[in-house]
């Protein structure tokens, strides 16, 4: 699709992988109505209830996550980076915001849903 070399073919265990790509620039896309957006949630302390004090804020905006995935923060064991995935609704900048105010919120971006090439 991409016209990109195929270095090495056939490598996935699963034959129902799906990769992922992403765009780097120095200056944001402002798409216009964006359909899903990614962000890194990095807390600062772990606690008890952490995780679903965070998730709370996109439930109460009845915004639906498409993907979390955790990862070792590497500032020691039991400290976590999130990264989400979430479907754009009525209300999702507002849950930013305030997640914001919780803890380090990195926003990854915005973009359109692209289906996969037949």
């Not at 804020?57 to 989400?84: D, Q, W």
């Amino acid at each position: 699709m991409y016209h990109l070399p195929i270095i090495i073919e056939h490598i996935e265990n699963n034959s129902e992988n799906i990769t992922r790509f992403v765009r780097i620039s120095c200056t944001p896309d402002r798409e216009e109505k964006p359909e899903k957006c990614s962000i890194i949630i990095d807390p600062s302390a772990d606690r008890a209830g952490l995780l679903h004090d965070l998730l709370a804020v996109f439930a109460v905006k009845k915004i639906n996550l498409t993907r979390i995935e955790s990862r070792p923060s590497k500032r020691g064991m039991g400290n976590y980076v999130f990264f989400i995935d979430y479907s754009t609704s009525p209300g999702y900048r507002d849950a930013i915001i305030y997640l914001k105010t919780m803890t380090i919120v990195k926003e990854l971006g915005c973009y359109k849903k692209t289906g996969i090439p037949q």
